[in-house]
């Protein structure tokens, strides 16, 4: 009979998690090449709370953001971390990290995308890289590809809508797992691949304009993307056969406004159309809820022949998830539109109206978990907030110290139920630009970073509160995490 968990394994995962294009910078440094993250400008009159769409734009405005000279671009600079990366991971040791997660450019290694030979002095940088995440003593989580693909294959090819950019995909990726074998040993090969339309450029590589119907390629690329996905997983079993390859999606998971049936029935079917993706890459196959609201919505998906049994024979290993908030569905005022839906009046408010729910995070792991029984990871958490520095360099985050605590605390709710969670990969353990807004006021760290929403400031890196207090949550396995 199975026992009941008294808290944290041993062995769980402890750390952080960053992304190549928020931090690395050197966007033009070393023969790497411009990528869907280096066209974003920051808007210093954006509207915080209603972010609905990451960058993109038509070809022309694309070509005009990668010819101005005017505009900040923040993600091009990010916090420079392609040259602090060792006295950054020295940060994170001293924190005592089990798991880093960052990603890899993918313009680094395959500058514009289609060449046959990879750029090697982008792959040199993360041989450094992840040799000195391992002798830090940490785990190294790496994600193949975060909103960072080459702009050339969005401009020349139109991104996943393209098979042919599945297939450099691919090549990338191989050559990913034959560089690291034996390195890395969880692998996230799309991050958050449920988040479109939202980051639909970042992600597939579609740019505004492409098609008449931009929801039928969305999900063509999506289709394509998933097929990409399970080709790479196939590879991985024949190059590295113990890495574990991973999913990820961004969690999506709403609650009906009332009790009304409406409203119940609703929320069920979005809920129901974020699972299609994990359906797709877990269980190996299109749910037919998916497929009929394809042919009610007149989408006809290009499928080939041998890409369902592709699907079907390589799954993902576990299941990487991000969560920040949730959301409530009014069957009066939001309809299927994924992530169309109401704040939930019973949450605090935020200037991103990111209202936290610690609650939810139970709910929602608990829903993945039951539907699949595979390993999950949170690959992302945290709290993005305005931090003051005082006069005497201490930054005093409680409202980070607490969010984090409360999400700990259902995180450990979990794993007395029996979900096998392998780790707590929270979101910016050093400040960085933000990917929803551009910003570098939006702070999540446990670390300030000196520089403000033009990159300008001394750079130099602060230990805020909420750095000793994740020390001692690690320290102590989870089991200290204070009161508040």
Not at 329 to 345: A, M, R, Y
Not at 391 to 403: A, F, K, L, V
Request: hydrophobic share 35%.
């Amino acid at each position: 009979m199975k026992t009941v968990p008294t808290g944290f394994p041993k062995n769980f995962l402890w750390g952080g998690a960053v992304a190549a294009c928020q931090i690395e910078g050197a966007w033009d440094v070393d023969e790497r090449g411009p990528s869907t993250s280096d066209v974003r400008v920051f808007d210093k009159d954006m509207d915080r709370a209603n972010i609905t769409k990451e960058g993109g734009g038509t070809l022309e405005e694309i070509e005009f953001s990668l010819h101005d000279n005017e505009g900040y671009y923040p993600k091009r600079h990010g916090i420079d971390f392609y040259h602090t990366y060792k006295s950054d991971l020295a940060l994170m040791k001293e924190m005592g990290f089990k798991a880093f997660r960052t990603s890899i450019s993918w313009s680094r290694i395959f500058p514009k995308g289609d060449e046959i030979s990879p750029n090697e002095k982008g792959l040199e940088f993360y041989d450094h890289l992840i040799d000195e995440i391992i002798k830090d003593g940490m785990e190294p989580v790496i994600t193949m590809s975060h909103y960072d693909m080459p702009i050339y294959l969005v401009t020349e090819y139109g991104g996943f809508a393209n098979r042919k950019v599945s297939d450099f995909f691919v090549r990338y990726g191989k050559v990913l797992l034959e560089r690291f074998k034996g390195k890395v040993k969880y692998w996230i090969v799309c991050n958050q691949v449920n988040l479109v339309p939202t980051v639909q450029f970042g992600s597939l590589g579609l740019y505004d304009g492409q098609s008449k119907n931009m929801e039928e390629l969305m999900y063509q690329a999506v289709h394509n993307q998933f097929v990409t996905c399970a080709k790479i997983i196939e590879a991985a079993r024949e190059i590295d056969p113990k890495a574990q390859m991973g999913t990820m999606v961004a969690d999506g998971t709403f609650y009906p406004a009332t009790c009304n049936p409406k409203d119940i029935v609703l929320t069920m079917k979005k809920n129901r159309m974020q699972y299609y993706f994990t359906d797709v890459q877990l269980r190996g196959e299109y749910p037919v809820y998916a497929l009929r609201y394809f042919k009610e919505h007149n989408i006809d998906l290009k499928i080939q022949p041998g890409d369902e049994e592709l699907l079907k024979k390589y799954t993902a290993d576990f299941l990487a998830i991000s969560y920040y908030y949730t959301r409530i569905v009014d069957h009066t005022k939001n309809d299927i539109t994924p992530f169309d839906g109401e704040q939930n009046p019973y949450l605090e408010p935020t200037p991103w109206e990111w209202r936290a729910d610690p609650l939810g995070f139970y709910n929602s792991l608990s829903q993945y978990w039951d539907r699949y029984q595979v390993p999950l990871m949170i690959a992302e958490n945290g709290l993005g907030a305005l931090d003051t520095v005082e006069t005497d360099g201490s930054i005093h985050d409680p409202y980070r110290i607490s969010y984090l605590r409360q999400h700990i605390e259902q995180l450990k709710e979990c794993i007395l139920d029996g979900v096998n969670i392998l780790g707590y990969l929270s979101w910016g353990p050093i400040d960085l630009v933000s990917s929803s807004s551009a910003e570098m006021s939006k702070r999540y760290g446990y670390i300030y970073v000196d520089l403000d929403d033009y990159g300008s400031g001394s750079g130099k890196r602060l230990k805020k509160d909420s750095f000793y207090w994740y020390k001692h949550v690690i320290e102590t396995n989870g089991e200290e995490l204070g009161n508040d």
